[in-house]
């Protein structure tokens, strides 16, 4: 769970989480520095939670530093990145490490599939997301809706892909990408993502969007044009 200064969701999103979350887990908390009001607020729930772990990002502050740090913290058999603003449910989790315990190598939460749902947020953010996971699985053939969401389950061996983002939460759409053309299992259930409503959100759209553009753009054209992709990858 990567957070920044998300003292206001912590306390209900870790008792949501323990709630749901019947079987040996551990959460992570990763933070980027020691003044984050995250932790404060964390100290403060009594009892204190057994099953939280803290996580500093030494790689650099950054969201996909922070993934990155608690993907090489992870211990567990199934890895579910969760965001720390309550935009996930963790009433879902259960069901997304199930399909990895079952096979999978990927358990995408999807907001697009029937049952899912997208609440709140900026309307262009939402098209864009909605557009680029229909296309992506109706032209390039991946099997989740919603390439773009982080909220799911990995296996051990898609977090140890090589990540080549270099900004943003555009690793989700990069490990769906690279997990089917490894010919991985991918699946979905449906989940809701919900905009937040404490602290302020650090997405910064313009910004990321050539990282998301890079992916979509490759998913398409190895589909599209796969003798080219195969002539260019053996040069």
């Not at 490990?175 to 089917?180: G, I, M, R, S």
Request: aromatic share 10%; hydrophobic share 45%; proline share 7%.
């Amino acid at each position: 769970m990567p957070v920044y200064n998300e003292a206001g969701n912590i306390e209900p999103l870790i008792a949501d989480i323990e709630a749901h979350v019947l079987e040996p887990h551990e959460t992570l908390i990763i933070y980027d520095f020691p003044e984050d009001n995250t932790l404060p607020a964390l100290a403060a729930i009594k009892p204190a939670p057994a099953n939280v772990r803290l996580v500093l990002n030494t790689l650099g502050r950054g969201v996909l530093n922070a993934y990155k740090a608690g993907f090489a913290a992870a211990k567990g058999d199934v890895i579910i990145p969760v965001a720390g603003d309550l935009a996930d449910e963790p009433k879902d989790i259960p069901a997304l490490a199930r399909l990895v315990r079952e096979g999978a190598d990927l358990a995408a939460g999807s907001r697009y599939m029937k049952g899912g749902k997208q609440i709140g947020g900026p309307f262009f953010k939402q098209m864009l997301s909605r557009c680029a996971g229909l296309s992506l699985h109706y032209l390039a053939g991946l099997p989740t809706h919603d390439a773009t969401n982080n909220f799911r389950a990995y296996s051990r061996r898609v977090i140890n892909l090589p990540i080549e983002s270099k900004a943003s939460f555009a690793l989700g759409i990069e490990l769906a990408v690279k997990t089917y053309w490894k010919g991985w299992t991918i699946k979905e259930v449906p989940t809701t993502w919900h905009d937040r409503t404490a602290g302020v959100s650090r997405f910064k759209l313009w910004k990321w969007l050539p990282e998301y553009l890079r992916w979509y753009l490759r998913a398409l054209w190895r589909s599209l044009f796969p003798k080219r992709s195969r002539d260019i990858v053996s040069r």
